[in-house]
């Protein structure tokens, strides 16, 4: 999938955005964990680079060099340590000691066929948005999109993927999106929650206009490393604090792209929010719009309660749950987001978010929330299968 130079790969075989999964999902072996359910689509499992030298073919000679000589070996956020337990389930990295998510044969084994997946998409954790040489940033993000296309997608019809992009530099962020964008099996931009400026700023126009017109989600989704402080009051002491403050986070891109006016002026813009839990999301909804009624004169274009934007626009993915896992609590928040269709199953594959008892309870819900949650709701957001 290396592009020629000064040419802009086209999708692999002609297809639309609107109609690029038509591709029929290869049935797995083992059952769903519910009788009930005819096919999940899991909105987050993770592939990973084992080492940048898996990008070298798709790299200009010049970067290669470069690569080959600093000893240059990648950004790294520091997302998942390798030694914290919740970075990898047991059993997920190769025998070779490659990274946990660096085998598509354990992604098969281990995430797509537990649960018969009919679609799985995936999101690459590489963060060329901490990359300061812009134009080397540029060029890691085409050549991972390259990777993922050659490594992941092409071999496995059931995956789908998500773009990595310098959101640094939104007008060549915009580039990538518009050269990968029509590919049947890309669905996703993806964005670390952390950002240098948050992302309802003006400063991302290019980049939502490229997402928009080339039909696809912006999925935000934990992690980061911008070099801000990663809590709203400085640097933490700890993994477990830095872990934990990644909630207030995503609130606080949350409130920038209501208030802001994003979803104004981009209304077929959608975004989905991933790995942040959800249970934050009732009361954010409902201060949100308390504070609205007061405010409003102070943000004009923001013409209905930040709830309706919110509830229009934006998707959270279930795992890791941050509500008890009794179906009570769970029915309680989506009772008090006002909207069954918001919550989208995801596994978070290799994580250890992943293989717990609580994985199955949306086959404990009521109908239509059980197919909803395992299945429709990312359907019709992602517009699978030819959706408006």
């Not at 080959?68 to 990898?88: E, K, L, M, W």
């Not at 999101?123 to 999109?145: I, P």
């Not at 309802?200 to 992690?223: K, S």
Request: a negative charge; glycine letters at 6%.
């Amino acid at each position: 999938m290396k592009p020629a130079e000064n040419e802009l790969p086209l999708s692999n075989d002609g297809h639309t955005a609107a109609d690029r999964d038509q591709t029929s999902s290869a049935p797995g072996k083992t059952p769903p964990p519910s009788a009930r359910t005819p096919s999940v689509i899991d909105c987050d499992i993770h592939n990973e680079l084992s080492t940048i030298d898996q990008l070298l073919p798709f790299l200009p000679d010049y970067w290669q060099e470069y690569i080959r000589i600093s000893g240059y070996p990648g950004p790294s956020g520091g997302d998942y340590p390798r030694g914290a337990p919740i970075s990898a389930r047991p059993g997920s990295q190769p025998q070779d000691g490659a990274a946990a998510g660096s085998s598509l044969e354990l992604v098969r084994k281990q995430a797509l066929a537990p649960f018969n997946t009919e679609i799985g998409i995936l999101n690459c954790a590489f963060r060329a948005q901490s990359v300061k040489q812009e134009d080397l940033a540029v060029d890691l993000a085409t050549a991972v999109n390259c990777w993922q296309i050659d490594e992941w997608l092409t071999p496995e019809p059931r995956l789908r993927g998500s773009l990595v992009v310098p959101s640094q530099a939104p007008a060549r962020a915009a580039r990538e999106i518009h050269r990968f964008g029509e590919h049947q099996q890309i669905v996703q931009v993806v964005l670390p929650v952390r950002s240098f400026i948050p992302y309802g700023n003006r400063f991302y126009d290019p980049f939502y206009a490229a997402a928009v017109e080339r039909d696809l989600v912006v999925g935000i989704h934990y992690g980061g490393s911008p070099g801000h402080p990663p809590s709203p009051v400085g640097w933490p002491s700890t993994y477990l604090e830095e872990y934990a403050n990644m909630a207030p986070v995503f609130q606080s891109q949350v409130i920038s792209l209501v208030a802001e006016g994003v979803f104004d002026r981009f209304p077929d813009l959608r975004i989905a929010l991933i790995e942040g839990g959800f249970a934050w999301m009732p009361a954010l909804m409902w201060r949100l719009d308390k504070e609205w009624k007061g405010l409003r004169s102070n943000v004009p274009w923001v013409r209905r309660p930040p709830s309706d934007y919110i509830r229009e626009h934006i998707r959270l993915t279930v795992q890791p749950i941050d509500t008890p896992p009794d179906p009570r609590y769970i029915l309680q928040a989506i009772e008090h987001m006002e909207s069954d269709t918001m919550l989208m199953f995801a596994t978070d594959y290799p994580h250890w978010h992943f293989d717990r008892d609580e994985d199955a309870w949306p086959a404990t819900l009521p109908e239509p929330l059980h197919a909803n949650i395992w299945s429709e709701n990312a359907r019709a957001f992602y517009r699978f299968n030819g959706g408006p």
